[in-house]
Each structure stands twice: as structure tokens, then as C-alpha cells.
């Protein structure tokens, strides 16, 4: 087992989308409490069987729980030791960029680290207008938005204005990120290759959702992200950082694993009445059956994508019962996980980076230095008459520290 | 002698069935039509019937099975379409809809179109114009000003002796024919191609309104 500070070639873990559904074999709902404790259940249980990170999904609606995903990763994350908690997604177009920038910052010191993000634009029409956000505007407020949020965890005082949010002057968003290094983030997308060109253009990571289509969808993304990272300069395609979503039910026999699942399949909200399960399972990545079917398609997905540095499956969702939950969990922990980091790891050429951890990246900046810690100087109530209102200026090369305001 | 692609979609529900043949003779005209420009044209046949099982998973599921998907391929990628469906309830069939239901959008943009339809009578004739052609008009298709309606007495002796099917068919043939000659053969954008997305030799930092200095 893997320690948080130790290297680590890939991640594997899980990811939620905080449906509440009714359990299509016994008709019986869960509470909102009864739901929510079950996800605080099956994610501390990815960390007992030997999984890396618990992603949660952000949703505003019915029949979904997720609204304040760090106020349930911060209880997750003092329930664990070594898990990173992280989002899938964390809608980027109708939070506030100032207020993700505060609350990930936030949720970085409380769990020392063991966090990261993923941005995505969201697939609730809705929530735009409740956010009084404008639908059509997705993509702008998707690249304005997150300019302004790397922005603000990378400058102490920051000056601003954009189209879609009111001005910013001299202000800092606290607290600064822990050891002055940014959360990375992942930006997550379906079909849109302008959100592989931004991740790409920043250097950070992406995450293909890898669950509703064919593979070929994917594999154009992420050989475009690929491509345009190595364009901007960040390191060669092979360096670039991706994310697979992914999407299993297992059994022993894999009779079993198609006859316990299928009710769940038929009468799933997100494909049920639809294509046959085995279609789907034919035309996406979600498999159902034995462990070693689970791992014979997962350890092909780096023939189809490339090396890459993280893995998430699906495993929570349309009313699944929390009991059946955790032996999923129990599989793959123990079965299907160990094999895959074994596979995925054969051949890995030495170029490609490991999974991205805060205390990997600390050590990028700062070698065995010390890092900033950031301390506000005394009695100071405004960011307007210096430099920086931190008594730790100037910072060193890489941290994120702020730059200076020039004529400030 | 150029080659262009033409693209026929038939929403006939039977098989056989009249809107495939008034299809077909849309587009063996069409093709005739071409020749006469010195231009060759290939034509695909898109069955919707085949595809109705796909059309409604893509419909749940947001994807195209593979089948389905090359379906669409032919149809966006084609130099012009040839759309032809049977009258129901004053409109073409929710089956024809569907099917536009899982285009994009835009990708009809521009395409030239012959419309075709069908139903037992002539009195549905205008359903052409008042409910097909405004579809088209919707998705920025060119739609050609005839289009083609056939009742089932057009097939016989019964048919219109002012203006008979064929007549109507050559007609509606030769003004799709002269919209694809006056065009360029189609090509498609890459939308995986960043000159596609962001505009030729630009860089994100356009999209970014100048935040990077460009």
C-alpha cells in the first residue's frame, strides 16, 4: 500500500455522482441522511481496501445530494489517513471563481494536501439560470471563470475584471494554498475539445469521463490534450496527465454479476430504456461480470489512451444498495486493483509522470527547502498600499506566491 | 469530371415501401441531372427504418451506436441530401424527426436538400411547405424551392396529368443538380483540428480575450 508522500505511478480509485435512487429490486428509496451517511461509508471503505481517491460530483437538484462537495470532503478527509478526496465535477461556469478559490484552499489545509479537483461545465440546464448564468455562455464562463481561479491561488493581490463577475481590486483570496502550491486540477469533459485545449494550454490534468460513449470519442480527446500539452510547452504527449472515468459491476461468476446488475441497468435514470445492457457494455467501457473481465478491459485502456495517471470507476449509483456497494469496493481492492496497478505498471516507459500528489508537487518547487507558509503582516486590513499583504515576500521561483503589483 | 456524394434518407415505414421509391427516383434523377454538368455522384441510401432502434437509445443515451453513427457520417459529410418521409398528422413522420433530433445541430448548415414526401391523397401536399421546409429552414439547410410530393394515385393512372410525378421529380432533380454544381465538393471540418476550433494559427490564448498577451 501506497503512502501519500511516496510516489505513485497511477491512482485508482472512486467516483460518485450522488444520485438517490430507488432500489429498482425493492422499491425502496433512501433518505437524503441514509444516502449521504452511505457515501461517507463506501468512501472511507476505498481507502480500507486499498484505493486512492474518492471522487463526489457537485449537483443543485433533485434527485441528487452533492451541492457542498468540500463540506463533505472535509468530514471524509478527517475520517481518513491517506485518501485524496477530490470532485467530479465541480461546476466551473456557476460558482463563484472567488468562492471555489476560497473553498479549495480551504479544504487543501483541513485535509494537508490530500486533495485535488476536476472542473466541468455541468449537464443540468438549469443551473445556470438559478446561478443567473446564461446557458449559452458555458464555454466563456468556463475559460474566464478558471482563468480568474489560477489566477487567484497563484497571486497574492490580485486585480480584475472580466466579463461575467464583478471587478476585483486589490484582493486576496484566503487562505493561501497550503505550502503555497495550487490544488491541481483536472479539467473533465465529454465531447468539447476547447476544454482540452485548456487543459492543456495551463498543463494541467484531463480527465475523460470514459463512461456513456465509445472509446473513439475519447481517444480523439486525449490525443488532442496530448498534442496541444506537448504544443504549449508543458512536456512531450507522453507527459501529459490523464484521467479515465470507468464504470464496473462484479461477481465471481459473471452470470451472476449480469443477473444482480441488470435490474439496476434497465431502470438506471442516465441509460435504462435504452440500449440492452449487453450493447452498452459492448459499446462503452462498463463491464459486467467477473473481476478478471473487469481487468482484462481496464488494463487494455492504456492500448486505447496512452499511459496515463488515474483511474475512477463508477460504482455507487442507481440504487445500488450501500451493502452491495461495499463488496464491490471489497472486489476491487482486493481482486481487481492490485492485478491492474501490476499491469498498468509493465513497460511503463520512465518519461511518463507519476500521479500527480501535493507532496510530490511540493518537492518539484522546493526540493527539501522549506516551503512558504503564509503569514499575513501585522495589522493589516487593506492589500491596497503594498506589495503584498504576507510578511514572506519575496517567494521563491515556482511557489505561488504572488507576483508583485507593479506601481502598486 | 468531378464526384460528389449525395446522401438519401428515407423514413418509409413499410418495406417495401413508396417513400423509398419516390426516393430512389429522386435520386436517379438528381444523378441524371448531374451528368448532363459533366458531374459524377455517388449516391448513399439511408433507411431510417434500419436504424430506429438506434435512433431512440442515441435519443436516451446521447450517443450513436456504431451503426447509427456511420448513418449520420454519410449524411453530414454528403454534398446534398435527398429527404424524403410520409405524412402523418400534417407533418413528417416522428421517426424522420428523430432522426434530425440527433444531428448536430449545425451540421446541415449550408447543405443543399431536395425535399420528397408522401401519403395516400394529394390533399397532405402542402404539408411539404408548411412543416418540412421550415425544419430545414431551422438547421440553415438550402432546401431547393420544388419539392416533390407523391399520393398514392400518382403511382397509378390516376395520377396528375397537369403535372406528372416524373415531370415533378425532373424538375425538383435539376434544381438540387444546379445547387451541387454551383458548389464546391463538401469538406468537414475536424472538430478535433484546433484550426477548427480556434480559428486558423490561433492559440488559446485568443479564447482567453488577450489575458496571454495575444
Do not use: C
Not at chain 1, 465541480?90 to 476536476?118: C, F, K, W
Not at chain 1, 482563468?147 to 463577475?165: N, T
Not at chain 2, 427504418?49 to 448513418?71: C, K, S, V, W, Y
Amino acid at each position: 500500500m501506497s503512502e501519500q508522500s511516496g510516489a505513485q505511478a497511477m491512482q485508482f480509485g472512486i467516483m460518485s455522482v450522488s444520485d438517490i435512487t430507488r432500489d429498482p429490486t425493492t422499491g425502496v428509496t433512501p433518505s437524503e441522511q441514509e444516502r449521504i451517511k452511505a457515501t461517507l461509508a463506501i468512501a472511507t471503505h476505498a481507502e480500507e481496501v486499498g484505493l486512492d481517491v474518492f471522487a463526489i460530483g457537485e449537483h443543485h437538484n433533485p434527485p441528487f445530494w452533492s451541492s457542498s462537495p468540500t463540506t463533505f470532503l472535509a468530514a471524509l478527509a478527517a475520517q481518513t489517513e491517506r485518501l485524496i478526496v477530490s470532485t467530479s465535477t465541480t461546476l466551473i461556469t456557476t460558482n463563484d471563481p472567488v468562492r471555489i478559490a476560497e473553498e479549495y484552499a480551504m479544504l487543501q489545509h483541513v485535509s494537508d494536501g490530500r486533495m485535488d479537483l476536476m472542473l466541468g461545465r455541468g449537464n443540468t440546464g438549469p443551473v445556470y439560470p438559478w446561478f443567473g448564468q446564461d446557458i449559452r455562455q458555458g464555454l466563456p464562463l468556463a475559460i474566464e471563470n478558471y482563468a480568474l481561479l489560477h489566477k487567484l491561488w497563484r497571486e497574492d493581490v490580485v486585480d480584475w475584471e472580466g466579463k461575467f463577475r464583478t471587478p476585483l481590486q486589490g484582493f486576496t483570496s484566503t487562505p493561501r494554498p497550503l505550502d503555497g502550491i495550487a490544488p491541481f486540477v483536472w479539467h473533465g469533459s465529454i465531447r468539447t475539445p476547447e476544454i482540452a485545449e485548456q487543459a492543456a494550454y495551463y498543463g494541467d490534468g484531463f480527465f475523460a469521463n470514459n463512461i456513456f460513449w465509445p472509446k473513439e470519442h475519447y481517444q480523439r480527446l486525449i490525443e488532442l490534450y496530448r498534442q496541444r500539452f506537448e504544443h504549449y510547452g508543458h512536456g512531450t504527449r507522453e507527459q501529459a496527465i490523464v484521467g479515465l472515468g470507468g464504470q464496473v459491476f462484479m461477481a465471481a461468476k459473471s452470470q451472476d454479476a449480469v443477473n444482480q446488475f441488470r435490474p439496476y441497468f434497465d431502470n438506471a435514470p442516465v441509460y435504462g430504456h435504452g440500449p440492452s445492457m449487453e450493447d452498452f457494455t459492448e459499446m462503452t467501457p462498463l463491464t459486467v461480470g467477473s473481476p478478471q473481465q473487469v481487468i482484462d478491459r481496464y488494463a487494455a485502456m492504456r492500448e486505447h489512451y496512452g499511459d496515463y495517471q488515474r483511474q475512477l470507476f463508477l460504482i455507487d449509483h442507481a440504487g445500488l444498495p450501500l451493502k452491495t456497494v461495499l463488496e464491490q469496493l471489497d472486489i476491487l481492492g482486493s481482486e481487481v486493483v492490485p492485478v491492474l496497478r501490476k499491469e498498468l505498471a509493465k513497460d511503463r516507459p520512465a518519461a511518463v509522470p507519476d500521479a500527480p500528489t501535493h507532496a510530490a508537487r511540493v518537492k518539484a518547487t522546493y526540493g527539501d527547502g522549506p516551503t512558504r507558509q503564509a503569514r499575513p503582516g501585522a495589522n493589516r486590513g487593506d492589500n491596497l498600499t503594498a506589495d503584498s499583504p504576507y510578511e514572506d515576500t519575496p517567494a521563491p521561483a515556482g511557489a505561488a506566491f504572488g507576483l508583485g503589483r507593479k506601481g502598486a | 469530371m468531378t464526384t460528389r456524394r449525395i446522401a438519401v434518407v428515407s423514413a418509409g415505414l413499410s418495406n417495401p415501401s413508396s417513400t423509398r421509391m419516390l426516393a430512389d427516383r429522386l435520386a436517379a434523377e438528381t444523378v441524371k441531372a448531374l451528368a448532363e454538368r459533366d458531374i459524377d455522384a455517388t449516391v448513399d441510401v439511408i433507411e431510417l427504418r434500419d436504424h430506429a432502434h438506434d435512433i431512440t437509445n442515441n435519443l436516451l443515451t446521447g450517443f450513436a451506436p456504431p451503426a447509427l453513427e456511420t448513418a449520420i457520417n454519410t449524411v453530414v459529410s454528403a454534398d446534398a441530401l435527398i429527404a424524403v418521409t410520409p405524412i402523418f398528422s400534417t407533418s413528417y413522420s416522428g421517426l424522420f424527426k428523430s432522426f434530425v433530433d440527433v444531428l448536430d445541430p449545425d451540421a446541415l448548415t449550408g447543405k443543399p436538400v431536395l425535399i420528397g414526401a408522401n401519403a395516400g391523397t394529394a390533399r397532405h401536399s402542402l404539408a411539404i411547405d408548411y412543416a418540412i421546409r421550415p425544419l430545414f429552414a431551422y438547421l440553415h439547410a438550402e432546401a431547393v424551392s420544388t419539392g416533390v410530393f407523391a399520393a398514392s394515385s400518382d403511382w397509378g393512372g390516376a395520377g396528375d396529368d397537369v403535372a406528372p410525378l416524373a415531370k415533378r421529380v425532373e424538375k425538383g432533380a435539376r434544381e438540387l443538380a444546379e445547387a451541387i454544381a454551383r458548389r464546391e465538393a463538401a469538406t468537414v471540418a475536424d472538430p478535433y483540428d484546433p484550426a477548427t476550433y480556434l480559428g486558423e494559427g490561433r492559440s488559446f490564448g485568443h479564447m482567453l480575450g488577450g489575458l496571454a498577451g495575444e
